[in-house]
């Protein structure tokens, strides 16, 4: 027997030799495998399920969430967006929401990355396991991001400097990451973090002028600080819950000196909702407060100067004008929430009455919770992907009074289906119940599959003279009094003579073009 067939004919060669060859593979796979990798951004997470979110959720098994973490060992604290456990392996995953967008930038903000990072430690000391990874996402991007030896070490470099910092005054900081909420020094040693104000601290300002989410913005000495219910011309005291390089946010604590357009606001949960953000405001003034932001802009943005820009068109009765609605359910099997989200979260604010809605809906909405009631129909919890009923959704005909009643469902039948449409159908003017499908795990809240329980799929509704029909998944105007308005406004304005060409772009389903058919030719 030659050399070669002993060699071979032995499979104790053939084993350690294919061991070897995996091994070679395995480690050059690990090096090659990128450390930071950007994607489009998804929000669903198959074969993870949650176990820990910064603010409590509606799901039976949240307890513990939204508690503030710490790590003895590393001595750091944090909450975390999100942490995800691996169904398979049993793998910690952190995952970090950021409200911006990231757009051509090829890697996410430092101060983002070290935040994660920090989480890592956190995580590992708390669950006794090192994540293998985490995700930082922005509103168009995310990031898979290794849990490398390197940015550990970064981390704990950036800690040790700080602590230095607080002892002696010395070390190299890292300006990103003393912007960040882990920062020991809290804005006291490091020139980065010195702000004319000190977190956790209350002062006395005046509000001058309302941000882009109805925010009142002033300043205390040049330092500008956003205060949510506060309103221009208002005195008000203070309490500064966060800051950044530029500007910080406080918490109203009291008014001081009322703008005289101040009101009650007519929703009793106008605080929570976050639906509306200037309820407190009156009508007037949230006029005055909408041509002052286009001008603003005109001349901020668009670079023009000297611009006329005429006085916002308000309604007679700026109450009850909505054509549609769209109530999240949720809560337990039995006793279901609906209403909508609170500000900025995904929690549900019951919601038995709604100003802004068509009164119609109070009335449907008390006839779906009773049913969802009385047969414990199982509810939507997006946490978990497990439930039935997602949301309601409802049109309504202004001129014509026709009404739609949609249930968007997480499957293909609704047990029971028949008790409620009876009960829906007693309402005046209902003209169509449907069902959506929507099985995805995703925030979209319709799916594209409609399936009539009775009547038709569509309602009638006019803008003007012109007739639309309007689906569940149609885009139309909510506010029809006032499209009438703004269209009749535009086509004014056009000066059309008959003769001209009108382009209608992203035309949905096409109310300006048909509107404006009056006078163009084509």
């Known amino acids: 027997m030659s050399m070669f067939e002993k060699i071979t004919g032995n499979w104790l060669f053939f084993s350690i030799l294919f061991l070897l060859i995996l091994l070679v593979v395995l480690l050059l796979w690990r090096i090659r495998r990128p450390h930071l990798q950007k994607q489009p951004r998804k929000d669903i997470m198959p074969g993870f399920t949650l176990i820990y979110a910064d603010q409590k959720q509606s799901s039976k098994k949240s307890e513990g969430f939204g508690k503030l973490l710490y790590s003895a060992k590393y001595d750091l604290r944090g909450k975390p967006d999100y942490i995800f456990k691996k169904r398979l392996g049993g793998a910690i995953v952190p995952v970090e929401l950021k409200s911006g967008s990231i757009k051509d930038d090829p890697l ?5 990355l070290l935040q994660l990072a920090a989480y890592f430690l ?4 708390i669950y006794g396991k090192r994540p293998p990874y985490g995700w930082l996402k922005y509103s168009d991007y995310m990031f898979y991001v ?15 400097d700080m602590r230095k910092m607080l002892e002696d005054g010395e070390g190299t900081p890292n300006a990103s990451f003393v912007n960040c909420r882990h920062c020991i020094c809290n804005g006291t040693v490091c020139p980065y973090g010195q702000y004319p104000v000190e977190k956790n601290q209350t002062y006395t300002m005046s509000i001058t002028d309302i941000g882009t989410n109805g925010e009142g913005i002033g300043r205390i000495d040049g330092y500008t600080v956003f205060v949510e219910g506060a309103l221009p011309e208002e005195v008000i005291k203070v309490l500064i819950v966060k800051t950044k390089k530029h500007f910080g946010y406080g918490k109203l604590l009291e008014i001081l000196e009322p703008s005289p357009h101040r009101v009650t606001p007519a929703c009793p949960v106008a605080a929570k909702c976050g639906g509306c953000q200037l309820q407190h405001l009156s009508y007037e003034g949230q006029l005055a407060f909408k041509t002052k932001k286009v001008k603003d802009h005109l001349e901020r943005i668009g670079g023009f100067s000297g611009i006329s820009v005429g006085y916002a068109k308000g309604m007679e009765e700026p109450w009850r004008y909505r054509n549609k609605a769209q109530f999240p359910v949720g809560g337990k099997t039995g006793e279901p929430e609906i209403g ?15 100003m802004l809605q068509n009164k119609i809906n109070d009335q449907i909405v008390k006839i779906i919770r009773a049913f969802l009631t009385e047969y414990e129909i199982p509810l939507y919890d997006e946490t978990i992907h497990r439930g039935l009923v997602r949301h309601i959704l409802t049109r309504i005909g202004r001129r014509t009074g026709e009404i739609m009643v949609c249930l968007v469902i997480n499957g293909r039948k609704l047990p029971h289906c028949d008790v409620l449409v009876e009960h829906l159908r007693e309402i005046e003017g209902m003209t169509s119940i449907v069902l959506n499908v929507n099985t995805a795990q995703t925030n979209v809240i319709l799916g594209t599959e409609v399936h009539v329980l009775w009547g038709k799929e569509t309602i009638r509704d006019y803008i003007g003279d012109v007739q639309f029909e309007i689906s569940p998944l149609s885009f139309y105007q909510v506010n029809p009094l006032q499209t009438q308005v703004l269209y009749q406004t535009a086509l004014d304005f056009a000066e059309l003579e008959g003769n001209e060409t009108v382009l209608d772009l992203y035309c949905g389903i096409g109310t300006i073009s048909l509107f404006f058919a009056q006078k163009a030719k084509h």
């Not at 909508?340 to 709604?354: E, G, L, N, W």
């Open 340 to 354: 909508f989200y609170a500000k900025r979260s995904h929690r549900i604010i019951d919601t038995p009455v709604c």
């Open 146 to 160: 290794r849990n490398t030896r390197k940015i550990r070490k970064e981390v704990k470099q950036t800690m040790a």
């Open 108 to 112: 996410p903000h430092p101060g983002d």
């Open 122 to 125: 956190l995580l590992e000391d």
